[in-house]
């Protein structure tokens, strides 16, 4: 896993590169020499985790979900300069954090200044696109931001786990302050539940606060609106749910998302395909709405 800070100067390519969930660049003009800032996008793997810099802030974090691959230049992107050619590549990403606003100079008090770095020697940001950070000024920018290291976490659930050499492994997160509220509310104080999927009756224990549009997607109000949310079991529909393999259509129904990948897999999207939604009604429609247009559209 590495940590990358993504420079984007222009607020219409920060703004567009968040919400559809991507980073992109392409070569110089032919003849000119592509800068590594440029390359750097070749090296970025899943799971990396990338800062994001805009008019003199620290934006926003994202996790990478796919490497990269050849892509046209984005419609939402600025065109390119005179003999810039429009093919170019593009890396998917998710969003863990926005709305974040930590002024550059704080930045530069927390992580290494110089080459090759975002920063200069005097802790001015330097025009370059990506630049790769250590893992000791990546963990400072987490942890000034409120992001952490913790021990456990939800096993499937999309980009908050990797795994290193030992057998332990280390999850990313937000602490998600609300997610205890939610869950007692769509509880209602009852021991035993059924899952908005698949409705099976679960222990609580078995049973989650799942946002229905992408938390990272839901402004902070949304985040703390119960009905932005929905119980839902660990036993696999937490994890289907999340990833897109089932998404729900404007009836209520379920149906089939992404493509599954195995012959398991499409049996239990199968299993889910056709059943309603005890979670959908007119107020939650919009969200399912989303969380469909933003894993499928």
Known sequence: MTYWYAAQGVVRTFDASIDEGILWTCPRRPGETTSEDRTNIL??????IVFYHS????????????SWRDAPR???????????????????????????KLFYKNVAQLIKCGSPGPFNAVGAPRQKFLSRLNDVDGNKL???????YVDEGLYGRPFTEWLGDNTDGLSISTIRNEQSALRRRLLKG?????????????????????????????????????????LICSLGCDVIFEWGYIVVSTDGRMEPGIPAETLPLEAAVAELSGQRCTAHDEVTAPRFESHRQLRIG
């Open 74 to 100: 984005p419609s939402s992107h600025r065109p390119g300069r005179d003999g810039e050619e429009d093919d170019g590549w593009l890396v998917k990403v998710q969003p863990l954090e926005t709305g974040l």
């Open 43 to 48: 090296k970025m793997v899943e799971g990396d």
């Open 190 to 230: 009852r021991a035993v539940a059924p899952c908005s999927l698949c409705q099976a009756e679960l222990p609580a224990r078995l049973l989650v606060a799942g946002h229905i549009k992408p938390r990272a997607s839901c402004s902070e109000q949304e985040r703390k609106d119960y009905r932005a949310a929905m």
């Open 55 to 66: 008019k003199s802030y620290l934006r926003a974090v994202s996790v990478v979900t796919a």
């Open 142 to 148: 987490l942890r000034r931001l409120g992001l952490e």
